[in-house]
Structure formats: structure tokens, C-alpha cells
């Protein structure tokens, strides 16, 4: 990475939480907490939002046992705050028409809401996605 690329990216915060029901919860207080004082309201609902999103489809698709971690990273560049959810499975991670179950939701959520999302299974699943932040992150 460039070193004018380096200097715009700014590490916000990064957190483990175990997966299990308390995930979607923990993920959100963690992120709401690292975007406290540097994002405006409607942003941080909107990344707390979509980070209990991806963070349910974690516990409820990677077939991990309880307590196995889930990682949560936020940086900024510029105006854009990005969220990363990994987990070590392999669950699928596509949009599509809830079925007869509760939910399904989450994804077609994230991209209404996301400038920009995708997902990588290198070393389990990682989905990420990016809001405009309005004004810097710091």
C-alpha cells in the first residue's frame, strides 16, 4: 500500500465476540462504541444494523459452536467507513427471498444500505460492506 493510502486508512476498532446468541448484541455495542463522537446518528444505526446482520448470519450459517470466535474490524478511509465480520465457516452468504422460516433479511438490508459490500472464504468467511460517513472519520 502506498504510504498516502496507508495515512488515509484509519483503524477504528476491531473486536472478538463469542459466537452464540449474545454475538449480534456485543458486535453492535462495540461498534456503536467505536463510532461514538465520530460519526453522525443515522450512520451509526446503519452500521449497527448491518453489523447485527452479519453477525446473526454468522451464528446462524458458519455451523460453529457456541463460543467460537467472531472477529468484527472497522477502519475508515476518507469518508467511508468499512465493516468486516469473519468467522471460520463456510457458510453460504448470498441475498435471496426469505423462506418460510423467520428472517432473510439481513443481506437484501445490506444491499439497500451499503455503498458497497462482498464476501471472501479465504480462511472461512469474511463479508464486508462500506458506508458513506458524511464527514471523516478520525
Do not use: K
Not at 475508515?76 to 441475498?95: F, K, L, T
Amino acid at each position: 500500500m502506498p504510504p498516502d493510502e496507508a495515512a488515509a486508512l484509519a483503524q477504528v476498532g476491531e473486536a472478538t465476540v463469542p459466537c452464540g446468541p449474545e454475538a449480534p448484541f456485543l458486535a453492535r455495542r462495540a461498534v456503536s462504541r467505536w463510532l461514538e463522537g465520530r460519526a453522525y446518528d443515522q450512520l451509526q444505526q446503519d452500521v449497527g444494523l448491518l453489523v447485527s446482520e452479519l453477525v446473526t448470519n454468522s451464528v446462524r450459517h458458519a455451523g460453529q459452536p457456541v463460543g467460537a470466535p467472531v472477529h468484527i474490524r472497522a477502519t475508515a478511509v476518507d469518508d467511508v467507513v468499512r465493516i468486516e465480520v469473519h468467522d471460520h465457516g463456510h457458510g453460504p452468504v448470498r441475498p435471496g427471498a426469505p423462506g418460510p422460516r423467520p428472517g432473510g433479511f439481513g443481506l437484501q438490508l445490506v444491499n439497500q444500505l451499503a455503498a458497497r459490500w462482498g464476501v471472501s472464504h479465504d480462511h472461512g468467511t469474511r463479508v464486508w460492506f462500506e458506508l458513506a460517513a458524511g464527514r471523516a472519520v478520525e
